[in-house]
DNA sequence: AAGACGGGGCA
DNA sequence: TGCCCAGTCTT
């Protein structure tokens, strides 16, 4: 059922019809031209969508292009990627983000490789990674199934359409799926993705370069800009941590990180400093795991993620005899900002000790 | 139903 | 600085 309920505008079932020839329309002269979006409308690569779905998962379209590009060269089919050790996966995912998806992909390209490509939505979201969002997006694109996608965008969208402040997950997705043209799924889904990325835009929305203007209860409303109202956020936590540097920007030792946090990615061995500890502490603790005699601090690094602030403090280490510890080519290894951030002070170090 | 999970772009 | 981005998984 669909739940037209205020207090939004609703679109009258007589509009549907106008409603999709508008969007559709503009999709076919405006729409982008995206390089996963090769081959026929509904029969598209399922590899390539399946790629960029989930490098686009929480990722801007701008951003994504460049990993996209590197992707597919480093793994140009199911099978390749299948084939890839993790850390390679990795390295072709980092500063990307998000680095469950890389590991998520290169496990379902395992059952793909094993199993073959699914040939429906449900096949598809039961693979690792996959979401309702991305199920409905490969499955209407590549298969051309009648699946409607629920992303940021199509929230946005739905929620200015109808002038509803705070959408649920339930009513865009019951909205999405009353709108959607079953006659053009892929090319529906795309349409109204398009429409939120470059016209139906977060702050200032182009209005009046938009093909559902007319239908429009926000632009109505005066100020499409307030739909929907902003999510409330959690706030960002601090932390401390501090790093050893044993080697130098371009060898030095590393660890493989475990944890949710950038796990399967590569930096410098850190130990977070807990509650109620000195960095000192914290630093003794990581000497005497690694075997390690600290040396100077080589400076401190901030680094803000979405949801957190870490802030780590860089010193150089020496291994003592006791230490099982190998250095290894930085550029090889996947890390993240935060590592490359820390490599790089001691990188200017190094300059400025030239200087004096 | 909430949190956790990266990083960059833009006003 | 704060908000958002072709979301998913875990608790």
Redesign the pocket.
């Known amino acids: 059922m669909t739940d037209f309920g205020a207090p939004g505008q609703t679109t009258a079932p007589h509009e549907l019809p106008a409603l999709r020839r508008a969007l559709l329309e503009w999709f076919d002269a405006s729409g ?1 031209e ?1 390089p ?2 090769a081959g026929p409308e509904g029969g598209r690569d399922p590899y390539r969508v399946w790629v ?2 989930i490098l ?8 994504g292009l460049g990993y996209y590009e590197r992707f597919l060269d480093a793994f140009p089919d199911v099978h390749a990627l299948a084939a890839a050790p993790e850390a390679e996966v990795l390295k072709a995912w980092e ?6 998806r890389a590991r ?1 992909l290169r496990r379902a390209a395992q059952i793909v490789a094993a199993q073959g490509f699914p040939g429906s939505s449900e096949g598809w979201l039961a693979l ?8 409905a ?1 490969i499955s209407s694109l590549a298969h051309g199934e009648a699946k409607a996608v629920n ?3 199509v ?2 969208v739905l929620s200015r359409l109808s002038a509803q402040p705070a959408p649920t997950e339930r009513w865009v997705q019951a909205r999405a799926d009353a709108l959607l043209d079953p006659a053009r799924p892929g090319a529906w889904n ?1 349409a109204l ?2 429409l ?2 470059t016209v139906c835009t ?3 929305p182009r209005c009046g370069l938009c093909p559902l203007a007319a239908f429009c209860a926000a632009r109505a409303s005066g100020d499409p800009a307030a739909y929907p109202a ?2 409330v ?2 706030a960002v936590q601090e932390r401390r941590a501090v790093a050893l540097l044993i080697g130098d920007a371009q060898e030095a030792v590393l660890e493989r990180r475990t ?4 796990g399967g990615l590569m930096g410098l061995p850190a130990e977070e400093v807990g509650a109620g500890e000195s960095p000192r502490q914290a630093l003794e603790r990581l000497c005497a795991r690694l075997h390690v005699q600290a040396g100077p601090l080589l400076g401190q690094v901030v ?1 803000t ?4 602030r870490i802030v780590l403090e860089v010193v150089r280490g020496h291994a003592l005899p006791a230490a099982r510890l190998s250095a290894q080519p930085v550029a090889k290894a996947a890390l ?3 590592d490359q951030k820390a490599l790089a002070l001691v990188a200017q170090r190094q300059d400025s000790l030239f200087v004096l």
């Open positions: 982008r995206l996963w979006r960029a779905e686009l998962q929480q990722t801007q379209v701008a951003r500063g990307c983000g998000y680095y469950a998520n690792p990674g996959v979401g309702p969002y991305t199920a997006a992303d940021g965008n929230r946005r795309e993705m398009d939120g990325a977060p702050r200032a902003p999510k956020r959690a944890g949710r946090l950038l680094h993620m979405t949801h957190r993240s900002r935060l």
